[in-house]
């Protein structure tokens, strides 16, 4: 039997096939490269998308969250708040600026920032909140714009993982002060290299990120901060382009995949399927799934052993990596969450008979 991959990319490449010679093609000739066409006319795509003022491509998410943070004056001896059931990314971002990282626990329901618990980290070093998105599911936004009022701090939402999700009818992204995206292939919408962006209603922000992308200038040869080379090609941004159009189509089929194993496994002890808010739509970055009975390892292996590949995201929560070997609280939602996920395979066309082997085997592993 064939091994089935985590995420598979070939049926959307080959039913892209044409169209990315094309554009290959069309750059290729232009000899543009570097802050062309493409690049501009996917930057008006991505705005209107959004419903956006600015949306500002950048060499990938990592830089959107640093730059977004830098663009709106968080520096050392600033505080940011953010949650530790993350990609390492969200907290690297805040302390390459120099600020503090300081975690609240996540909802153990939705893997989300904790709302309620978030209040009591606010001190009047507070610059900034990172709601991180994750797993495509909106964190709650309507509690965090609530805090963000209240005590005059930012938010910065990272989107990485939630592109085309909203939050009551809003694309996520386009609430907070600022939207951190990544265009890493793997992530709903994905080029095939690296790529982020940034998009805010702000004009300052935006002024100041689109100086940051290029050496801190606004013009050629004259740099006013120390920026950084930050900018998307123009191969990935006519990549982009072309699977724009379908991104609120494959969310849907994301979201129907998601749907048939929740239905097939949602009674099942020892499991626990995801959770879906009212309040969003989840895009189903990953298929999240909690093994509750202490098996998580074994069912991983015991999946592997048949060919079928699972993820741990993310093992080691980011208040445990070693550069917070300084922080010594502990955040038991995030560290159980760490022990129970798995990500089981998903993809837009993800095909109903991989899901059945998928459940299967899950089934025969939990009844045998
Ligand atoms: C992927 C990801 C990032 C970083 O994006 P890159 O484009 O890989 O730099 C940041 N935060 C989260 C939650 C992510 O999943």
Not at 45 to 68: P, Q, R
Not at 118 to 124: F, G, H, P, S, V
Not at 173 to 201: E, H, Q, R, W
Request: aromatic share 10%; hydrophobic share 40%; charged share 25%.
């Amino acid at each position: 039997m064939n091994k089935i991959p985590i995420l598979d990319l070939q049926p959307e490449i080959q039913f892209l096939r044409d169209k990315l010679n094309a554009a290959f093609q069309d750059v290729l000739h232009s000899g543009q490269f570097i802050m062309g066409p493409q690049v501009k006319a996917l930057e008006a795509e991505l705005a209107d998308f959004l419903g956006v003022k600015h949306a500002i491509t950048l060499n990938s998410g990592t830089d959107a969250l640093v730059i977004g943070l830098r663009a709106l004056g968080i520096n050392e001896g600033d505080e940011v708040i953010t949650t530790p059931f993350t990609f390492y990314a969200t907290a690297e971002a805040i302390q390459h600026v120099g600020a503090r990282t300081v975690f609240v626990d996540i909802n153990p329901e939705n893997f989300n920032i904790n709302t309620e618990t978030l209040e009591e980290k606010i001190t009047d070093r507070t610059k900034a909140i990172i709601p991180v998105h994750l797993f495509g599911q909106a964190a709650n936004m309507t509690s965090l714009l609530a805090l963000a009022q209240k005590y005059k701090v930012k938010i910065i939402e990272d989107v990485a993982q939630a592109f085309g999700g909203t939050y009551r009818n809003k694309m996520l992204g386009s609430i907070g002060d600022v939207g951190c995206f990544s265009f890493f292939p793997s992530k709903n919408l994905g080029a095939y290299g690296d790529g982020g962006l940034l998009a805010t209603n702000s004009d300052e922000v935006a002024e100041v990120a689109k100086m940051l992308r290029s050496h801190g200038s606004k013009r050629k040869y004259y740099n006013e901060l120390v920026g950084y080379n930050s900018r998307l090609d123009e191969i990935q941004a006519a990549v982009l382009r072309i699977k724009l159009p379908y991104i609120q189509e494959w969310n849907d089929k994301r979201r129907q995949a998601a749907a048939y194993y929740s239905e097939a496994l949602r009674d099942i002890r020892g499991i626990q399927v995801p959770q879906e808010e009212s309040y969003g739509k989840h895009v189903y970055h990953q298929y999240t799934i909690r093994i509750t009975n202490g098996k998580r390892e074994a069912l991983k292996t015991y999946l592997e052993d048949q060919g079928i590949s699972s993820m741990v995201y993310y093992p080691t929560p980011v208040h445990k990596l070693p550069i917070f070997e300084d922080v010594h609280e502990s955040f038991p939602a995030s560290e159980q969450a760490a022990a129970e996920v798995l990500s089981l395979p998903i993809w837009p066309n993800i095909q109903r008979e991989i899901q059945d082997r998928i459940i299967s085997i899950i089934k025969d592993f939990i009844y045998r």
